[in-house]
């Protein structure tokens, strides 16, 4: 028999990233909320300066919308992106 708190908890893909080492870290996480389970991986790495986390269905959901994209399409969203932006990005 499966219990409430077990139902409620999702998997998250987390990302985050230390400023310091300049360095992306990507970790999995059992958590009930996209908020503990960004925290769950703050705590661990202490060093990052922040993390963002996605359901597995909304990874899924990504993965599925670039798949079906062309690469016109990708290329068409970016540069709407950009200029919604006004240009402001600076190039990494």
Do not use: H
């Amino acid at each position: 028999m499966i219990n409430n708190s077990t139902q409620s908890r999702q998997k998250f893909l987390v990302v985050s990233y230390d400023e310091d080492q300049q360095q992306w870290f990507y970790d999995f996480v059992v958590a009930r909320t996209e908020e503990e389970a960004e925290q769950k991986v703050c705590t661990l790495r202490a060093y990052v300066i922040g993390a963002d986390a996605v359901t597995l269905n909304e990874l899924k959901g990504f993965a599925e919308t670039l798949e079906s994209e062309t690469f016109d399409q990708v290329q068409a969203a970016w540069e709407r992106w950009r200029k919604d932006r006004n240009d402001e990005t600076e190039i990494c």
